[in-house]
């Protein structure tokens, strides 16, 4: 799902690893990494993909923690950097145990907003 843009042209600022990301793209519903420049994500993919965008990024290992972005839809190179990082996956599950998920990481424009320490 890497764009296909030169690599030394790509500048991110974040990276995100060894994560579960649900994309909501039936042809690769899943993946495990994404690159973030600006307010816009720059490229979706595997882990291996995304650390050859990260020189100079922050680079955070979601150790297995699901990305989802924060409002519904397809989660791809282009759209904003709103994402939500979760202990869990959330999407499946009832609200009273959504509310009681944690927030590991969330991301607004691009700009960490939140962190968990």
Do not use: Q, Y
Request: net charge positive.
């Amino acid at each position: 799902m890497l764009k296909h843009l030169a690599v030394a042209a790509m500048a991110v600022k974040i990276v995100i690893v060894n994560a579960r990301v649900w994309t909501g793209d039936p042809r690769r519903p899943w993946a495990d990494a994404v690159a973030i420049e600006g307010d816009r994500i720059e490229a979706v993919g595997s882990s291996a993909e995304i650390m050859k965008l990260a020189a100079g990024a922050r680079v955070i290992d979601a150790k297995g923690a699901m990305v989802e972005a924060v409002e519904p839809g397809v989660l791809r190179a282009g759209i904003l950097a709103d994402l939500v990082m979760t202990e869990r996956d959330v999407a499946p599950i009832a609200p009273t145990p959504v509310r009681n998920a944690t927030v590991l990481l969330k991301i607004v424009g691009g700009r960490i907003v939140f962190e968990r320490a």
